[in-house]
């Protein structure tokens, strides 16, 4: 198993980044499955989704999950498949507010059961997932803490999710400004 952690602020260029490592994997005779996470409930996403769609290749084939990465992983997992996940913050976005439920402007959260689940699958899944996985992801805690209970409590997962990715991956990459930054495991050639 391969795992890379791709991550990046909004327009770091993380996903284009990710793009071109699957793209050199699929050259190297696999093929490349994409995940897409994001949903498009308005025009704003329906724009981005439009614009990723535009910016990958075709003929990779797409699937479109918002909640159950775990399962997809298990069900593409194959030694010569490449499979590319954009976004990991856009996935954890859709579970926390997968069961509706209403967040107190302040106080504390309560973790949805979607989001322990999810997260505890997809976490094991790695460890065992044969061939390559690429995630993408945000880095969202670099900013002013948010006012917000359920925010703050976003920028926290999102920081914990990606610890917990990271210590996973063999390869780590913080993307700025279009440029790679390999924070783990060495540049490939």
Same mark, same amino acid.
């Given at each position: 198993? %391969?795992?890379?952690? +791709?991550?990046?602020?909004?327009? %770091? ?11 050199? *994997?699929?050259? *190297? ?6 995940? *897409?996470?994001?949903?498009? #409930? ?18 990779? &084939?797409?699937?479109? #999950?918002?909640?159950?990465? *775990? ?10 498949? =490449?499979? &590319? $996940? ?9 579970? &926390? ?8 402007? =302040?106080?504390? $959260? ?11 699958? &997809? ?9 390559? =996985?690429?995630?993408? %992801? !945000? ?22 999710? !990606? ?11 913080? +993307? ?9 495991? %060495?540049?490939?050639?």
């Amino acid at each position: 198993m %391969s795992c890379t952690l +791709v991550f990046g602020a909004a327009r %770091s260029g993380k996903s284009r980044y990710a793009e071109q490592l699957a793209a050199r *994997a699929e050259q *190297a005779g696999q093929r490349v499955v994409y995940v *897409a996470t994001a949903g498009s #409930q308005d025009g704003e996403m329906q724009q981005r989704i439009a614009m990723h769609r535009a910016q990958r290749p075709a003929h990779w &084939l797409t699937v479109e #999950q918002p909640i159950a990465l *775990a399962e997809v992983l298990a069900h593409y997992a194959a030694p010569d498949c =490449v499979i &590319l $996940i954009d976004c990991l913050t856009v996935w954890l976005s859709n579970c &926390l507010f997968a069961q509706q439920q209403a967040f107190p402007e =302040v106080g504390q $959260i309560t973790l949805p059961a979607t989001w322990l689940t999810e997260r505890a699958a &997809l976490l094991a899944q790695l460890e065992r997932q044969p061939g390559q =996985v690429i995630l993408v %992801s !945000n880095e969202v805690g670099m900013g002013i803490v948010p006012m917000g209970a359920i925010s703050r409590c976003f920028v926290d997962e999102s920081g914990r999710l !990606n610890q917990a990715v990271a210590a996973i991956a063999e390869q780590v990459v913080w +993307v700025a400004a279009g440029l790679p930054l390999y924070l783990k495991g %060495s540049r490939p050639c």
